[in-house]
Protein backbone atom coordinates (compact mmCIF):
# COMPACT_ATOMS: atom_id res chain seq x y z
CA UNK A 1 0.00 0.00 0.00
CA UNK A 2 1.20 3.40 -1.14
CA UNK A 3 2.14 5.66 1.89
CA UNK A 4 -0.20 8.33 0.27
CA UNK A 5 -3.12 6.02 0.74
CA UNK A 6 -2.05 5.12 4.03
CA UNK A 7 -2.01 8.82 5.14
CA UNK A 8 -5.15 9.48 3.63
CA UNK A 9 -6.94 5.98 5.66
CA UNK A 10 -5.16 8.12 8.71
CA UNK A 11 -6.71 10.81 8.10
CA UNK A 12 -10.25 9.56 7.11
CA UNK A 13 -10.21 7.56 9.90
CA UNK A 14 -9.41 10.34 11.86
CA UNK A 15 -12.52 12.44 10.70
CA UNK A 16 -15.01 9.38 11.35
CA UNK A 17 -13.99 8.94 14.78
CA UNK A 18 -14.45 13.26 15.14
CA UNK A 19 -18.31 12.79 13.53
CA UNK A 20 -18.67 9.83 15.87
CA UNK A 21 -17.81 11.35 18.53
CA UNK A 22 -19.85 14.12 18.13
CA UNK A 23 -22.73 12.36 18.40
CA UNK A 24 -22.41 11.94 21.98
CA UNK A 25 -22.06 15.51 22.15
CA UNK A 26 -24.87 16.47 19.53
CA UNK A 27 -27.60 14.18 20.42
CA UNK A 28 -30.32 15.80 18.19
CA UNK A 29 -27.67 15.14 14.66
CA UNK A 30 -26.59 11.44 15.24
CA UNK A 31 -28.26 10.42 11.95
CA UNK A 32 -26.49 13.53 10.34
CA UNK A 33 -22.94 12.55 11.68
CA UNK A 34 -23.28 8.79 11.10
CA UNK A 35 -23.83 9.58 7.49
CA UNK A 36 -20.85 11.81 7.20
CA UNK A 37 -18.82 9.20 9.10
CA UNK A 38 -20.06 6.83 6.57
CA UNK A 39 -19.02 9.09 3.76
CA UNK A 40 -15.51 8.97 4.71
CA UNK A 41 -15.41 5.23 3.51
CA UNK A 42 -16.66 6.22 0.05
CA UNK A 43 -13.49 9.15 -0.11
CA UNK A 44 -10.96 6.84 0.68
CA UNK A 45 -12.64 4.43 -2.39
CA UNK A 46 -12.43 7.87 -4.64
CA UNK A 47 -8.55 9.19 -3.65
CA UNK A 48 -6.97 5.31 -2.54
CA UNK A 49 -8.59 2.07 -3.20
CA UNK A 50 -10.92 -0.43 -1.77
CA UNK A 51 -7.76 -1.26 0.42
CA UNK A 52 -7.43 1.81 1.70
CA UNK A 53 -11.74 1.88 2.11
CA UNK A 54 -11.27 -1.51 4.30
CA UNK A 55 -7.85 0.25 6.30
CA UNK A 56 -10.51 3.61 7.35
CA UNK A 57 -13.58 1.07 8.33
CA UNK A 58 -11.39 -1.15 10.51
CA UNK A 59 -9.89 1.36 11.71
CA UNK A 60 -12.76 3.63 12.32
CA UNK A 61 -14.79 0.78 14.01
CA UNK A 62 -11.68 -0.39 16.07
CA UNK A 63 -11.53 2.79 17.34
CA UNK A 64 -15.53 3.69 17.90
CA UNK A 65 -15.45 1.01 20.89
CA UNK A 66 -12.88 2.70 22.79
CA UNK A 67 -14.18 6.32 22.15
CA UNK A 68 -17.52 6.43 21.46
CA UNK A 69 -21.02 5.02 23.27
CA UNK A 70 -21.50 1.37 22.65
CA UNK A 71 -24.64 2.00 20.44
CA UNK A 72 -22.97 4.10 18.34
CA UNK A 73 -19.56 1.58 18.13
CA UNK A 74 -22.73 -0.75 17.07
CA UNK A 75 -24.53 1.31 14.52
CA UNK A 76 -21.10 2.60 12.95
CA UNK A 77 -19.26 -0.80 12.62
CA UNK A 78 -22.29 -2.96 11.74
CA UNK A 79 -23.99 -0.92 9.44
CA UNK A 80 -22.48 2.82 8.62
CA UNK A 81 -19.11 2.15 8.64
CA UNK A 82 -19.45 -0.34 5.89
CA UNK A 83 -22.26 0.53 4.15
CA UNK A 84 -19.63 2.42 1.75
CA UNK A 85 -18.11 -0.66 0.04
CA UNK A 86 -20.65 -2.34 0.19
CA UNK A 87 -22.82 0.25 -1.92
CA UNK A 88 -19.65 0.61 -4.00
CA UNK A 89 -19.75 -3.40 -4.91
CA UNK A 90 -23.61 -3.47 -5.45
CA UNK A 91 -23.44 -0.46 -7.82
CA UNK A 92 -20.98 -1.80 -9.72
CA UNK A 93 -23.56 -4.20 -11.00
CA UNK A 94 -25.05 -1.73 -13.18
CA UNK A 95 -28.93 -2.52 -12.79
CA UNK A 96 -30.78 -0.05 -10.68
CA UNK A 97 -33.58 -2.54 -10.14
CA UNK A 98 -31.15 -5.22 -8.67
CA UNK A 99 -28.75 -2.46 -6.81
CA UNK A 100 -32.54 -1.37 -4.81
CA UNK A 101 -33.22 -5.15 -4.06
CA UNK A 102 -29.19 -5.93 -3.09
CA UNK A 103 -29.13 -2.90 -0.66
CA UNK A 104 -32.76 -3.44 1.20
CA UNK A 105 -31.46 -6.91 1.57
CA UNK A 106 -28.34 -5.85 3.41
CA UNK A 107 -29.89 -3.35 5.71
CA UNK A 108 -32.51 -5.74 6.87
CA UNK A 109 -30.38 -8.32 7.30
CA UNK A 110 -28.02 -5.91 9.64
CA UNK A 111 -30.86 -4.20 10.93
CA UNK A 112 -33.11 -7.91 12.19
CA UNK A 113 -29.23 -8.25 13.58
CA UNK A 114 -28.96 -5.03 15.06
CA UNK A 115 -32.43 -5.18 16.51
CA UNK A 116 -31.81 -8.82 18.39
CA UNK A 117 -28.12 -7.77 19.69
CA UNK A 118 -29.46 -4.52 21.25
CA UNK A 119 -33.06 -5.83 22.37
CA UNK A 120 -31.44 -9.79 23.83
CA UNK A 121 -28.05 -9.55 24.48
CA UNK A 122 -28.02 -5.53 25.74
CA UNK A 123 -31.10 -5.01 27.24
CA UNK A 124 -32.52 -1.89 25.45
CA UNK A 125 -36.28 -1.19 25.17
CA UNK A 126 -36.17 -0.49 21.74
CA UNK A 127 -40.03 -0.03 21.03
CA UNK A 128 -41.69 1.06 24.30
CA UNK A 129 -42.67 4.63 22.97
CA UNK A 130 -43.71 3.30 19.95
CA UNK A 131 -45.85 0.84 21.50
CA UNK A 132 -47.33 2.64 24.04
CA UNK A 133 -48.33 5.31 21.30
CA UNK A 134 -49.80 2.89 19.45
CA UNK A 135 -51.70 1.17 22.24
CA UNK A 136 -52.83 4.48 23.44
CA UNK A 137 -53.74 5.85 20.33
CA UNK A 138 -54.59 3.10 18.16
CA UNK A 139 -56.20 -0.01 20.19
CA UNK A 140 -54.13 -2.44 17.95
CA UNK A 141 -51.83 -5.40 18.86
CA UNK A 142 -48.99 -3.03 19.45
CA UNK A 143 -46.01 -5.25 18.85
CA UNK A 144 -46.90 -6.15 15.97
CA UNK A 145 -47.70 -2.92 14.60
CA UNK A 146 -45.05 -1.64 15.47
CA UNK A 147 -42.45 -3.35 14.62
CA UNK A 148 -44.61 -3.36 10.91
CA UNK A 149 -44.63 0.55 11.24
CA UNK A 150 -41.14 0.31 11.96
CA UNK A 151 -40.00 -1.68 9.16
CA UNK A 152 -41.88 0.63 7.11
CA UNK A 153 -40.35 3.49 8.06
CA UNK A 154 -36.80 1.68 8.40
CA UNK A 155 -37.29 1.06 4.55
CA UNK A 156 -38.18 4.88 3.90
CA UNK A 157 -35.61 5.87 6.06
CA UNK A 158 -32.73 3.84 4.50
CA UNK A 159 -33.42 4.80 0.82
CA UNK A 160 -33.42 8.62 1.93
CA UNK A 161 -29.72 7.75 3.41
CA UNK A 162 -28.27 6.06 0.47
CA UNK A 163 -29.96 8.64 -1.51
CA UNK A 164 -27.76 11.24 0.59
CA UNK A 165 -24.89 9.57 0.05
CA UNK A 166 -25.26 9.56 -3.25
CA UNK A 167 -25.61 13.25 -3.34
CA UNK A 168 -22.58 13.56 -1.36
CA UNK A 169 -20.68 11.41 -3.26
CA UNK A 170 -21.83 13.10 -6.28
CA UNK A 171 -20.61 15.79 -4.95
CA UNK A 172 -17.57 15.17 -3.96
CA UNK A 173 -16.64 14.18 -7.62
CA UNK A 174 -17.73 17.50 -9.36
CA UNK A 175 -16.48 19.99 -7.02
CA UNK A 176 -14.44 18.49 -4.04
CA UNK A 177 -12.01 15.50 -5.84
CA UNK A 178 -10.04 17.94 -7.77
CA UNK A 179 -8.13 19.57 -4.65
Known sequence: MKTAHLTLGG???ALSIICLYLTS?????????????????PIGLIRGSLK????????SSCLSFIIVPLNIALLYSLFFG???????LIERKRSLP????????FFNSISIF?????QNVLGYKLFSNIQTFI???FVLNASVVSYIVLW?????????FDYALTLLIDYYYKYARRL
Open 11 to 13: ILS
Open 25 to 41: ILTTNTLTLLTLASFMV
Open 52 to 59: TACLIYIS
Open 82 to 88: IYGIVKY
Open 98 to 105: LEIVLKLI
Open 114 to 118: LLLLM
Open 135 to 137: TNY
Open 152 to 160: ILGQLGFLV
